[in-house]
């Protein structure tokens, strides 16, 4: 009786165990199908999403002839070319007696063309009877990468992104700081006037800055003489922005009171409550309005462009790049080239700006 | 310390204004101190500016000439309440093009922060990073790409779509910016290539959904799209409701894709003849400032006008964990 | 850590501050601002620095600034900065269109040509009346002249075997099938047609045309607008003598005839075309892309405009404008710097623009690319210029461009109209059309451009 109750009751823990691996593997089975459907579908989506990119990309590996090119593949391609007499001659695959012949374009013509064979030069040129533009040309990957040298060196690169690092960074902390005082004023004290004082704050986003800009303008250059300085753009900025606050105030508001409460029991002012309590619960939305300001600055393009004006050296690169942008002569791949190199800063930032955001979920995790 | 707790757990007395508690004296001192960065940033370089535009809106004001500025009273603004048809014709396609847009990025912009928040997407750093950088494109390099991209001979939507055999090249092809059809679709496309930033909001608001919520709810078998209606949606709505607004704005304001895109022409068919394009032309363009700016405070006055509405409505549907009972 | 932070942010806001204090000095400051017209690229910008360093070193009264804006962005600023009252000195260079956007902001230059005595002979006078408006006075000096002609690309009349277009103004044209012609817009269109060709190697003038796959093109204007391409038809204004509104007859023929090469002959890219990639993608630069045959353009074009061909040794060379109804219009653009009438410092800025216009306009021209204005500097230019661009080995026609000269467009196309500025901008909305729709009724729309211009116009004289 003991034994078969024994082999039982191994057989029920094998079966457990059994039944246990099974919904283990097929849980960690349909978690792979889930990852890699979600994965794919975000492929999907992203390559639909970068596509303009993509070309943008491609085409700054190009050479202008290769984007002018009508019949040229989506890839920075080239026509083989064969040197000859100081010339490039193209080279084509040719139809000759029913074989397909490799051939140098020498003369082109409407109606029949010369080539030249280009393993044997010293032979008699073949004259080949129809239309060139129906041959397939032989092509090769001919990538461009010395567009981005160019770009770099057609204008003082290190210098207009010193600049815009400059002005990001220091207004990215200076508006945080501002901004997130106000928010949380705005956010979590009653005061006599406070809707009013924020609908006054929304309104400055709401007009249209085009319209303020003259008085605006006369006020920093004639007023205070600011002219050809970054002062007119860094100072406001010291002074919070209205998008900031707003998304501050909306991020402080879900933030539960129950922690500030008993800091304020224990005996800490509101500043050390906001400092010690608000601060690190809201470090995703700190970490994102950052985030926010920081490329807002680093894309700002009117402003510097009209402050700056006459100071050169101190341009940021977004008014750098239109020295490429001429009224006649502009150079699109240049152009691609050079707008590709500026980016690659902040997207570089915006990557390891996640670890940041990992940790916030760790803190509103526990504290919640 | 029983003051201090006060200050934030807000015990009103129920007497008016008149007579305030000295803590509640102390809240509104603390409040204004807070504030003070942005009151006096305000006071300095808004307040003076925004007076003078209002100002302006009451001047024949031709920008290079401004020492020939004259007094005109309301003329400004009767001509383009009532002489100027531009005034309806351009509110009409801001609006008509604003109630295609602003749904589709609002919730593009929430369904790929959903995406790029999910647990089971592999890879999410490089992902999000990748979503973000059309963001970062200079704007100057944004306009090449998408006119390039857009062009009906060689633009890669085009080719692309003649590859699957739809007949998108030549004179009967997809002309996107010179179809009155499709040029609200493109202009969509375009606004959509931009979303990063809303995104990145969304998706820090997601990171603040308190994981204990979605894992009570499983126990309690809700499923995707429940727990996303009934947890994660009222957990960021508040910056659902952010989006919203600066969406409003930015749209009611909208200008430079159908400035340099079409020239601000209003070309094809005053389907690009945006209110912000028509205040531009008459302020910059033409130099008349005056006029200029009385359109500004039109587009301001009715976007106040939206902005409270929405505030007002956001009471019943943006819920705010902080918030006092 | 915040301390620290607030610290540095308040130290680097102290020293920009003191820097732009250190700015202001003794000499007198005169601001030259660039974006009108040419000047705007990155190496024009720096070759501008080194004249204004020269400048600057060769006396100690006058501080002489640049400031550069994107020409896209240029008429928004300076029009911010007249407003506000911080109107620039110099303004330039800049063409008629330049100066005819800002209305009464130009200094009258005559008093001050008086004053200093400065001798005007060596300047060609009907250039001088180029910058003479009745009323306001002359608002400028000549500086540069950018004759026009017709570039073409030698390798695509090779392919063709079509002979190459005359060399001289008056030589007949003589076609691949021997006949000899007159240089005129007919015969200008059948070789257009004959140049452009589908991707099958067909070309326009064949049966099997394929309309939606063009890869080359015969002829097109470039860089210019309405009037500046009717204005190859015979020169016009929208504007009689009444201050009415009008189309010239030519122009009504010439946009038909731009129309129809657009959009039933397809020898010129129309709206669908223009842009692509195969037209230089979005930068304006027909020629370069290797894919036009003929270009009618301006000297300005020259030492950039043709850098693709010329890295891939594709020869190009100049030709006469052809002749309409048997009269010759090769459209003129001249530049000029204008002095602001706001200046705080007329003298110091007419000594700088003197300074621009006198010995240095060779150093100056060569920068922007055009003719002196100032006969004495013409002799030999062309030799300087070609060797300036590195073509002197090209062997290039550049008599034709001085033959040019001869046939200046009057009344100019850029010439100014009422609401200059409104009229501007709702003749370019016309233009658009005719660009981008082929099923355009175009003398039905130009009707409506006059009367849409006829109310402008009176709205002005009121």
């Known amino acids: 009786m003991a034994s078969v109750t024994s082999v039982q009751k191994t057989t029920e823990r094998d079966l457990a165990r059994v039944t246990s691996i099974d919904v283990k593997t097929a849980r960690r089975r349909r978690n792979l199908l889930n990852q890699f459907a979600i994965t794919l579908l975000a492929v999907i989506l992203l390559s639909i999403y970068l596509m303009p990119l993509a070309y943008g990309g491609i085409t700054s590996l190009k050479t202008s002839a290769q984007a002018s090119d009508s019949r040229a593949p989506i890839l920075p391609m080239s026509t083989t070319a064969l040197p000859y007499e100081g010339r490039q001659l193209d080279i084509y695959t040719v139809p000759i007696d029913g074989e397909m012949l490799e051939l140098a374009l020498l003369r082109a013509g409407r109606q029949s063309s010369t080539f030249i064979n280009p393993a044997d030069l010293d032979a008699e040129p073949i004259e080949w009877e129809g239309n060139w533009r129906q041959l397939e040309p032989v092509r090769e990957l001919d990538v461009q990468w010395s567009n981005y040298s160019r770009a770099w060196n057609a204008i003082r690169f290190a210098r207009l992104l010193g600049n815009t690092m400059m002005y990001a960074l220091v207004t990215m902390f200076g508006t945080l700081i501002a901004s997130s005082l106000t928010a949380y004023g705005f956010a979590r004290f009653r005061f006599p006037g406070k809707n009013i004082l924020f609908m006054v704050l929304i309104s400055t986003i709401i007009l249209p800055p085009a319209v303020t800009l003259v008085p605006t303008y006369a006020f920093f250059v004639n007023v205070l003489g600011w002219g050809g300085s970054w002062l007119p753009l860094i100072v406001p900025q010291m002074f919070g922005n209205a998008y900031n606050v707003f998304l501050l105030r909306q991020y402080f508001l879900t933030i539960p009171r129950e922690l500030e409460e008993a800091a304020y029991i224990d005996g800490a002012g509101p500043f050390r409550t906001f400092i010690s309590i608000i601060l690190p619960q809201a470090m995703p939305a700190l970490t994102a309005v950052a985030l926010f300001h920081f490329f807002f600055a680093w894309n700002d393009f009117f402003g510097p462009l009209i402050y700056l004006a006459g100071s050169r050296d101190l341009n940021p690169i977004t008014v750098g790049l239109t020295e490429f942008n001429g009224l006649y002569s502009s150079e699109p791949n240049l152009i691609l080239a050079a707008a590709i190199i500026s980016m690659i800063l902040p997207l570089a930032i915006f990557f390891m700006a996640q670890r940041v955001f990992i940790q916030g979920i760790v803190i509103t995790g526990v504290d919640k | ?325 | 850590m915040r301390t620290k932070l607030l610290t540095l942010m308040l130290a680097s806001m102290v020293v920009l501050l003191s820097l732009s204090i250190a700015g202001a000095q003794e000499r007198v400051r005169v601001r030259w601002f660039v974006g009108l017209g040419a000047g705007t690229d990155g190496p024009v910008i720096t070759q501008q620095e080194a004249f204004v360093a020269e400048f600057n070193a060769s006396q100690d009264e006058i501080l002489l600034v640049l400031e550069v804006i994107d020409n896209a962005q240029a008429y928004d600023v300076l029009n911010t900065q007249i407003a506000a009252g911080n109107a620039p000195d110099i303004v330039g260079p800049m063409g008629i269109r330049g100066r005819a956007s800002f209305e009464g902001v130009w200094l009258d230059l005559n008093p001050l040509i008086e004053a200093t005595e400065y001798d005007l002979s060596d300047f060609d006078p009907a250039l001088i009346d180029f910058y003479f408006v009745e009323g306001e006075g002359q608002l400028g000096l000549p500086f540069a002249v950018f004759p026009y002609f017709i570039m073409y690309n030698k390798d695509i009349f090779d392919e063709a075997g079509a002979p190459y277009p005359p060399a001289n103004y008056g030589e007949p044209y003589v076609d691949w099938n021997g006949v000899e012609r007159e240089w005129n817009t007919e015969t200008l269109r059948d070789l257009a047609l004959y140049l452009t060709v589908d991707i099958d190697g067909n070309d326009a003038t064949m049966d099997g045309f394929d309309t939606d796959n063009i890869v080359q093109f015969g002829y097109g204007t470039g860089y210019t607008d309405m009037r500046g391409e009717l204005t190859l038809f015979g020169a016009g204004n929208f504007v009689d003598e009444d201050n009415n509104a009008q189309i010239p007859d030519v122009w009504l023929e010439g946009a038909q005839w731009i129309h129809d090469a657009m959009w039933v002959d397809y020898f010129y890219p129309n709206g669908i075309y223009r842009d692509s990639d195969i037209m230089g993608g979005g930068s304006g630069n027909w020629f370069d892309s290797g894919n036009l045959g003929m270009h009618a353009i301006h000297l300005w074009y020259m030492g950039w405009g043709t850098s693709s061909l010329d890295s891939r040794g594709i020869p190009w060379d100049l030709a006469p404008i052809p002749s309409h109804n048997g009269e010759v219009t090769a459209k003129l653009h001249a530049d000029t710097f204008g002095i602001m009438a706001r200046t705080r410092y007329p003298e110091e800025a007419f000594t700088v623009l003197t300074y621009m216009l006198g010995e240095n306009a060779d150093t100056l021209t060569r920068i922007y690319g055009g003719l002196p204005a100032r006969i004495s500097l013409q002799d030999g230019f062309f030799d300087r210029f070609a060797e300036g661009i590195g073509m002197s080995d090209a062997d290039i026609n550049w008599d034709v461009a001085l033959q040019s000269l001869s046939f200046p467009d009057n009344p100019n196309h850029e010439e100014g109209m009422p609401s200059f500025l409104e009229s501007s901008d709702r003749y370019a909305e016309t233009w658009n059309l005719v660009l981008q729709n082929g099923n355009l009724d175009v003398a039905r729309e130009l009707e409506v451009l006059r009367a849409e211009l006829q109310s402008i116009f009176n709205a002005a004289s009121r």
Do not use: C
């Not at chain 2, 002489?83 to 912009?109: C, H, R, Y």
């Not at chain 2, 090449?144 to 060689?154: A, D, K």
């Not at chain 2, 290539?193 to 820090?204: H, T």
């Open chain 2, 1 to 325: 310390m029983e003051l201090n707790a006060n200050l934030i757990v807000g015990k009103r007395r129920p007497n008016g204004r008149k007579g305030m508690s000295a803590s509640q004296r102390r809240e509104a001192k603390w409040g204004l101190i807070f504030i003070s960065p942005w009151l006096i940033g305000f006071f300095i370089f808004h307040l003076v500016p925004m007076i003078a535009s209002l100002g302006f809106s009451m001047f024949s004001f031709t920008l290079s000439a401004p020492d020939e500025a004259r007094f005109v009273g309301l003329d400004n603004w009767r001509r383009m309440l009532f002489e100027d048809p531009n005034t309806w014709i351009t509110l009409g396609v801001t609006f008509k093009f604003a109630f295609i847009s602003l749904p589709i990025g609002m919730i593009t912009a929430f369904m790929l922060a959903v995406l790029l928040n999910s647990e089971n997407l592999l890879g999410r750093n490089l992902f999000r990073t990748l979503f973000y950088a059309p963001t970062m494109v200079p704007l100057i390099a944004a306009i090449l790409i998408w006119s390039q991209v857009l062009n009906p001979q060689t633009g890669w939507v085009n080719r692309g779509l003649d590859a699957i055999g739809i007949q998108a090249l030549g004179a009967g092809g997809l002309r996107w910016l010179d179809n009155p059809n499709l040029i609200y679709l493109a202009y969509t496309f375009i606004g959509i290539w931009g979303i990063g930033n809303a995104i990145l909001i969304n998706l820090s608001a997601l990171q603040g959904v308190p994981t204990e919520l979605y894992e009570a709810s499983k126990i309690d078998g809700a499923g995707w799209s429940r727990r996303l209606l009934n947890i994660t949606l009222p957990m960021v709505s508040p910056v659902i409701f952010y989006n919203l607004v600066l969406s409003v704005v930015g749209l009611l304001q909208y200008f430079i894709v159908p400035w340099v895109l079409n020239g601000g022409s209003g070309y094809p068919e005053g389907t690009t003849r945006f209110f912000m394009v028509h205040f531009y032309k008459q302020a910059f363009t033409f130099q008349n400032m005056g006029y200029g700016a009385s359109l500004a405070w039109l587009i301001f006055i009715i976007g106040l006008m939206i902005t409270l509405a929405l505030f007002i409505s956001a009471r019943y549907w943006v819920y705010y964990a902080g918030e006092r009972n």
